[in-house]
């Protein structure tokens, strides 16, 4: 089974909270953290999670989206494949017991189905908080784009054009993309 530790932001989880739910049954979990700028972290976890039943350890819910939609949605997804997950704020999500945990995600994709019209519960804006210009986001089919380039299927001209954005721009994503991919996965031995 595949311990992930997904972390959003500045977001950190309690590592009490880690070894509580891993120690004695695994000896590493595989920690992702995503800046504030994509998910890319978060796209490799589920991937790596897709192969094999998983168990995911997060501090919080609204890790999984920028509003309440895409939060639903992860759930969704983590419920059909059977992914256990530990939610910090949610101590009940943190029984590893597949049917408690189960029945937890289940109960939170209710209450979040519930709230989804209430403008009163909010989760996370897609602004950027912290002010300054907006961040370009990675063009759509920047991830099929980008192992083209690096296999020199496509010269850097091409993904330009394809992506529809301009050299400077290029380059700013290249050199984030990668401290991205560089710094987004770690393996932790307990």
């Known amino acids: 089974m595949a311990v992930c530790v997904y972390n959003y932001g500045d977001e950190t989880t309690d590592g009490d909270l880690i070894r509580r739910i891993c120690g004695g049954i695994y000896d590493s979990y595989d920690l992702y953290r995503d800046s504030e700028r994509d998910n890319l972290a978060y796209r490799m976890m589920k991937q790596n999670l897709s192969a094999e039943k998983g168990l995911v350890i997060t501090s919080t819910v609204s890790n999984f989206g920028r509003n309440k939609a895409e939060i639903l949605k992860e759930l969704k997804w983590m419920l059909r494949h059977h992914v256990t997950l530990a939610i910090a704020r949610y101590p009940v999500t943190c029984q590893i017991d597949s049917m408690t945990n189960t029945i937890a995600l289940k109960t939170l994709i209710n209450v979040f189905e519930d709230l ?71 393996t932790i031995r307990l």
Do not use: C
């Not at 989804?116 to 089919?141: C, L, Q, T, V, Y």
């Not at 529809?164 to 721009?169: D, E, N, Y």
């Open 116 to 186: 989804m019209n209430d403008p009163a519960f909010e989760i996370r804006s897609g602004s950027n908080a912290k002010g300054g210009r907006k961040k370009i986001s990675f063009p759509e089919n920047w991830y099929e784009l980008y192992p083209k380039w690096t296999a020199k299927r496509i010269t850097a001209v091409e993904f330009m054009k394809e992506a529809g954005v301009r050299k400077g721009t290029f380059y700013h994503l290249v050199k984030e993309y990668q401290t991205l991919l560089s710094a987004s996965m770690q």
